[in-house]
């Protein structure tokens, strides 16, 4: 079974500041991971993924996460953030399905982050 | 743009009443899932259905909760009797079961209170 830990619930930073959300996960099998972001009132979209190859992965938007498999971590970041990216952001896991088939997400419990001007 | 539709909104009732959430996945994606979302306790997996069969259903209290996919462009999610802490968003999302990957695609959600 997976886990996934996200250690602050909240961050408030100011406009251009750099921003560290952090992830940790558990699990006993490889795993995938993933960041979603929700903005107010809307569902969850997918921010970013890890799958294979290069571990760090980057967004459209400017945010990047880097997979370090000996700390079990999955820490998001952003240099310089905008009053735009207020939402909550939530990491998730899944254990890699060599069948192929479509499993499920575990989540963390979400970091709300506030930028404020 | 394809994307995942709910309906309704946002739904108030009282206390008792039946509550019915529906959910239009995706074209093509072929599984469903269904969250709830609370304060206190996060996103929550209450059902997730594969090809229309329900896969697990672990998450749902199971004597005033039903999840169902009557056609592949429907999915509902029922509370009969309502309660007060039923009060939550809920979530429906869909994926594809091609690749190796588990992306799943989030609908606007219902938001749930009852009062």
């Known amino acids: 079974a997976q886990s996934v830990t996200q250690l602050d619930s909240q961050v408030p930073v100011f406009e251009e500041a750099p921003v560290e959300l952090r992830c940790n996960y558990s699990?006993?099998?490889?795993?995938?991971l993933f960041w979603y972001v929700q903005y107010p009132n809307q569902g969850l979209q997918l921010l970013l993924k890890?799958?294979?190859?290069?571990?760090l992965v980057k967004s459209i938007n400017g945010f990047e996460a880097e997979f370090n498999k000996s700390q079990t971590s999955f820490h998001l970041r952003k240099p310089s953030v905008h009053i735009s990216d207020t939402a909550e952001y939530f990491c998730?896991?899944?254990?890699?399905?060599?069948?192929?088939?479509?499993?499920?997400?575990?989540f963390g419990k979400g970091t709300k982050l506030s930028v404020k001007p | 743009d394809a994307r995942v539709t709910q309906t309704p909104r946002h739904k108030v009732t009282e206390m008792g009443q039946e509550v019915t959430m529906r959910c239009q996945p995706i074209?093509?994606?072929?599984?469903v899932f269904w969250y709830r979302q609370t304060m206190m306790q996060g996103l929550e997996l209450l059902a997730y259905?594969?090809?229309?069969?329900?896969?697990?259903d672990s998450g749902m209290p199971k004597d005033r909760f039903s999840a169902e996919m009557p056609d592949a462009t429907l999915a509902t999610l029922k509370i009969q009797p309502s309660e007060p802490r039923d009060s939550a968003v809920y979530f429906c999302?869909?994926?594809?079961?091609?690749?190796?990957?588990?992306?799943?695609?989030f609908g606007p959600g219902t938001r749930l209170t009852v009062l």
């Open positions: 998730a896991v899944t254990s890699m399905n060599y069948g192929g088939s479509q499993g499920n997400l575990i």
């Open positions: 699990s006993s099998v490889s795993v995938y």
């Open positions: 999302a869909s994926g594809p079961t091609t690749g190796t990957y588990n992306e799943q695609f």
């Open positions: 259905f594969r090809n229309r069969a329900p896969l697990d």
């Open positions: 074209l093509g994606h072929n599984t």
């Open positions: 890890y799958l294979s190859g290069s571990t």
